[in-house]
């Protein structure tokens, strides 16, 4: 299965449902102007509005203008964050100090699969409900959520919970969740037409019109606006409900993308299947939010997802059809203690599970899966290899600022005081000893495993106040500035931790711009020409720089720039610039690079620090990576 030509399909027809949106806001603003000429044709003072050209232009923008600003407000009020749905649901938050099995295993797999990505960890929320099924929530990757069931905790494998996490990740890099809030605000602001006409039938006052026969007439009016908000939010619905079965296509192939199997997410959808409880979610707010599950939540005509069946035969078309009966299978239970052994979770190292009877189990099988999930296996093993002391810094904010300071300390003693001192000034005397009993450690691992722990320390600055926010801002540029030097891994983490504390500042913008590759050949020269020339030793930088711009398809000629000439600030230009890119544009430069890096059949410490920095600042997945170790 080609899955990018997939998704290029699923968007496109996404585009054109659309559109649709467009129409049926006009046709609205059309019904409500006949409506209105139709009650202002019998009036002596406003009878020659009626069916009046200017009177329909003057009702098209003024109903438009109504949709779009209370839609706008719904979008505002949905947009600050992923935890605004997950409340709404009931969801509790799920905190790495759990010493629930199935918690901390849900915990550990969406911190690999964000490694994998190369995006900060989400935080994880838990809904009280039997059904397997999950959902992510957010307007960007900084503040995103993801939502399990405690029926997707107990039934599903360690396998097939990679396949799920792996389709709501996919939800969040390909900014579905953008989508699904503004399709949610814009149906909102086509049903307060209903509910203008709702108030006007419950209204007995007629300042206009005191006889029987004019209330008769405003009643009407009412009972026709509100038809009219009901046929468009019903129109509405039906176009929501089209392009989120599109977008489930998309993440369902890009799940199996990215984790390179795709029994996982089938084998998670025939559970459901087979399970009497299915995918059904109780709680009264799901209506609102039926769109962003993983399977269908409710029984609807106008269903937001494909069947189960169709689903699974797009990933395998040859599916027999056989649903496994999920009631008898269980992995442990939520709430009740002591079901597993303590010592069946150790850290991030799991006991492997027995395969159940649907599951295949062939050594090739094995193999097989074991090569197409080489990027989450590359962040299981980072995981691995980094100390628990550092990874339980990333737990609170208190322990990730730290861990952010004591990344930036020098190993030279007395620029280590100056900067020890300059901490203890700005914050107090608990957090600069922290930083100093952490920093021992850091020098045990190396640079990628330090950018890992940047990225799950990063995701805690959320919890900052804006004073915070700004107090540790200004302590991590002192810290830089101490020793007068500026180095790569300064600019990573500093590039990294700002690009969180922009989404703090500004929450709304955008994750993927519409810009093509063509557009952005002199940012791309500048970062291919760091990659040429600080990866490799001993070898002409123009091979590997040559191979690596080839890739973008242009017949535009570019020489590969003077080694002096690619500093931090062109850097910082250029991925700005190259954030307006598409979201295929940002694959196509980021394969660029990765050609660049392995032109030698080899990829260092400094080319993987690049990238991986440009590949976070850009909000794009980082799994081809895992190529490169």
């Keep these: 299965m080609d899955f990018f030509e997939h998704q290029s399909r699923a968007k496109s027809k996404s585009v054109k449902l659309y559109i649709l949106f467009g129409f ?3 046709l609205i603003s059309f019904l409500v102007f006949s409506l209105l000429s139709w009650f202002f044709e019998r009036s002596d003072r406003l009878g020659d509005l009626a069916w009046s050209p200017f009177f329909l232009i003057s009702t098209l923008w003024v109903v438009c203008f109504l949709i779009i600003g209370i839609s706008l407000s719904k979008i505002k009020e949905l947009s600050g964050g992923g935890w605004v749905v997950a409340n709404a649901l009931g969801g509790e938050l799920i905190t790495s100090s759990s010493q629930n099995p199935l ?147 998309l993440a369902d192939a890009s799940a199996v993308q990215f984790t390179r199997n795709a029994e996982g997410i089938m084998g998670a959808l025939e559970c459901i299947g087979g399970y009497s409880k299915g995918s059904r979610i109780w709680n009264p707010r799901s209506r609102q939010f039926c769109h962003m599950f993983f399977g269908p939540c409710m029984k609807n005509l106008m269903a937001t997802h494909p069947p189960i069946e169709k689903r699974i035969r797009r990933i395998i ?97 007395s620029i280590q005081k100056k900067q020890i001192s300059l901490i203890n000034q700005c914050t107090d005397s608990k957090i600069s000893q922290h930083t100093q009993k952490i920093f021992p450690y850091l020098t045990l691992i190396s640079c990628e495993e330090k950018l890992v722990l940047i990225e799950m320390a990063a995701s805690k600055l959320s919890f900052l106040s804006p004073e915070q926010v700004k107090n540790f801002e200004s302590v991590i540029n002192m810290l830089i500035k101490e020793d007068k030097k500026f180095q790569l891994f300064e600019w990573s983490l500093l590039k990294l931790v700002n690009h969180k ?30 990659l040429a020339h600080y990866g490799k030793d001993n070898e002409d930088p123009n091979l590997a720089f040559n191979m690596g711009f080839k890739h973008l398809n242009s017949n535009k000629k570019r020489k590969l720039i003077y080694k002096k000439d690619c500093t931090f600030s062109k850097l910082d230009l250029a991925i700005d610039r190259l954030n307006d890119l598409n979201l295929r544009a940002k694959k196509k430069f980021l394969e660029a690079c990765e050609i660049t890096a392995l032109h030698d059949k080899n990829i260092c410490e400094t080319e993987t620090q690049i990238i991986r920095t440009v590949a976070s600042s850009l909000g794009y997945p980082l799994y081809l990576l895992a190529k490169m170790n």
């Design 317 to 413: 078309p040859s599916w027999n059809t056989a649903f496994p009966n999920t009631n008898q299978i269980s992995e442990g239970k939520i709430f009740e203690k002591n079901n597993f052994k303590r010592t069946s979770f150790t850290g991030n190292q799991f006991e492997r599970r027995k395969p159940s009877k649907f599951e295949h189990t062939s050594v090739e099988g094995d193999k097989s899966r074991a090569s197409s999930q080489k990027s989450i296996m590359h962040a299981q093993d980072l995981l691995k290899k980094i100390p628990r002391e550092l990874t339980v810094q990333t737990h609170d904010s208190f322990g990730s600022n730290c861990l952010l300071f004591a990344m930036l300390l020098d190993p030279h003693h």
């Design 24 to 26: 049926v806001v006009l």
């Design 103 to 249: 918690k901390r295993r849900i915990l550990n797999i969406v911190e690999e699969m964000a490694i994998a990505s190369g995006v900060q960890v989400p935080h994880v929320y838990l809904l009280k409900e039997n059904g397997i099924n999950a959902f992510a929530a957010g307007y960007s990757t900084e503040d995103a959520v993801i939502g399990v069931t405690i029926g997707c905790l107990e039934k599903l494998n360690r396998e097939q919970l990679q396949g799920v996490i792996a389709h709501e990740f996919s939800h969040i890099l390909n900014g579905d969740m953008r989508i699904n809030i503004r399709m949610t605000g814009i149906i909102f602001g086509i049903v307060f037409i209903a509910r203008a006409g709702q108030a006007i039938m419950d209204s007995h006052d007629d300042p206009f019109y005191p006889e029987e026969e004019g209330k008769s007439r405003w009643y009407l009016l009412g009972i026709g606006l509100y038809i009219i908000g009901i046929l468009g939010a019903y129109l509405g619905a039906i176009i929501r409900s089209s392009v989120s079965r599109q977008r489930e296509f």
């Design 501 to 530: 504390i922009k989404h703090i500042r500004t929450p709304n913008r955008q994750i993927h711009g519409r810009k093509q590759i063509l557009s952005r050949l002199n940012e791309c020269n500048i970062i291919l020409s760091t």
